[in-house]
Each structure stands twice: as C-alpha cells, then as structure tokens.
C-alpha cells in the first residue's frame, strides 16, 4: 500500500483557513480586563490551531537493495544526489491541524511528503535488486517517502511565559526506491514498503522578550515490525513572533532523519535520508 498526498489541495485549503482566522484575529481585545491580576498570554489557543509552512530542504540520500535469498549477495551502495541524480534541494509545503479538546489535551493532524526522481549516467557497475546495471548506462531512479500522523500532547507545564508538552505520534510511513536503465532495457516495479511508526518526543515554548517566543520539538522512534526495522528522528528550533495573539510567524531550523534496513525475502536492503533547513510558517489560532 502506498500513500498518496494531494499536498496541492491541502496547501489550498489551509492558505483559505488561516485567512479565515486572520479575520477574525483582528478583532480580538489584547487589553488587560479591569477584574484580571495581570495581562492575557500573547498567545491565544482555544480550540483550534493551524499552522501552513514552507520547507527549504537539503537532501542526502543513500540507498542499497539487496538481491533476493534466491539470488544472494548485496547490492551496490549508492549515494543519490551524486551517483543518481537527485535533487540535493527542495522546498515542500507543510501544514499542521492541532486541536485543544481541553485546558491541558492536544490533538494534531500532520504529514510530510517527499517525491524525488533523478536521472544520471553510471561511473561503475551497479547491483540494484536483482538487476545489474553496466558502467556508462544512463539510468533513471525515484525515491519517495510519504508520511501522515496523529499526534497526541499532554501540558505538563503551561504558563503566560512557558509550556512543555510530552507527545505520542503514531505515523505511517511509505518508502518507495526504483531504478530503471536505457541500455539494458530494465524495466522494474518499484519498491514499496509501508511501516507504522510510533514516535515520542516533547515540545515546548519560552517567552523570551514581550511577542517573541522560542520554540522546540523533538520526535523520536525506533522499531522493528517482522523483518524491517527502522529509525526515525524530528527536530525543529525556531522563534516564534506573535503579530496579534490569534496570529504569528515563526522562523525554524528543521532537521528530518530516516533510516530504514529490510532484511525482507521480496525487498531487502537499506535507505538513509537526512533533510534539514529552514522553515517558515504562518499559524492561526482560534
């Protein structure tokens, strides 16, 4: 099974909806009321949140596939933006939809998807699978990755200044490797391997001077599910500035790391991919 997100559509949809909150923003009274000790938080979250990103990416990609048992042997390790041509550089668009059932309860639906393909000619022999590529051959590759999850938080700590929240993510993951030559006419299907993967990890916020906000998260998970394990890490440190306390724009330094080894009889072998960049977003909240 391999997931398909109309990341297009989506963008669309959350561009129309932070307008929405935008609107409704600028109405909102920041003034202290007579009967409050001191002023409200500058950030405002009453049951909803959306936040729409845009994600620079650099991209470092190896990959090895391993003959079947039949066949035996390993594959040839290739690095994908040298040896295949795949774009070291890309901007993705991201969105998130969190949800605050409660004072303390969080919900967010998020995703990231990433489609590459490449096309280079060969330095060396190459052993993809069960296929054997020759030296000179132009060959044309895809590695995709598709990833969609609910995340469930609990503020442990929460303040006008601070919060800290611990979080269980349960993401599903689709991998999709192929490499296909011109000279010896290989034609092959892809490579597809879906995997479920519970993360942990916390996240939180610092008020640092006035509107001005630090923030942090970090997701982590590794698991084995039958013959395929895999490790996965999330990071992110930004600031966040609160324009009104229903809008802001935050600044972040994102990092995305992805290690899956197959020792499957139909699709064994191993894919590592780092990205990490800058990521602006826009959050709304209602």
């Avoid at 997931?3 to 129309?16: D, H, M, Q």
């Avoid at 035996?72 to 939809?97: A, I, M, N, R, S």
């Avoid at 393909?117 to 051959?137: K, M, P």
């Avoid at 609990?154 to 030559?181: H, I, M, S």
Wanted: hydrophobic content about 40%; aromatic content about 10%; some cysteine.
């Amino acid at each position: 099974m391999r997931l398909c997100l109309n990341w297009t559509a989506s963008t669309r949809l959350a561009a129309l909806t932070l307008l929405a909150a935008a609107s409704l923003a600028a109405h909102a009274d920041e003034k202290q009321k007579p009967w409050e000790s001191e002023p409200p938080s500058y950030i405002f979250e009453d049951r909803l949140r959306l936040q729409v990103a845009v994600w620079n990416t650099n991209i470092n990609t190896i990959v090895r596939a391993d003959p079947t048992a039949t066949q035996g042997g390993v594959g040839t390790t290739l690095v994908g933006e040298t040896d295949l041509g795949l774009k070291p550089k890309k901007v993705t668009p991201d969105f998130e939809l969190t949800f605050f059932p409660g004072q303390r309860q969080m919900l967010r639906l998020g995703g990231f998807s990433s489609e590459r393909d490449g096309q280079a000619r060969l330095t060396s022999r190459v052993q993809f699978h069960n296929d054997l590529f020759n030296t000179g051959e132009t060959v044309k590759s895809q590695v995709d990755i598709n990833m969609v999850g609910l995340t469930y938080g609990y503020r442990l700590l929460k303040g006008r200044w601070y919060d800290l929240v611990p979080t269980l993510r349960v993401q599903v993951a689709t991998f999709t490797t192929n490499l296909q030559g011109s000279v010896t006419n290989t034609v092959r299907k892809a490579d597809t391997i879906t995997l479920p993967l519970p993360m942990v990890g916390a996240e939180g916020r610092l008020q640092i001077y006035k509107k001005l906000n630090f923030t942090g998260r970090y997701q982590w998970v590794s698991a084995t599910v039958v013959d395929t394990s895999g490790l996965v890490r999330e990071w992110q440190a930004g600031l966040l500035y609160q324009v009104r306390r229903n809008i802001g724009i935050e600044a972040a330094y994102r990092g995305y790391s992805i290690h899956v080894d197959s020792k499957s009889t139909d699709h064994p072998g191993t894919l590592d991919m780092k990205y990490a960049g800058w990521q602006l977003g826009f959050r709304a909240s209602l």
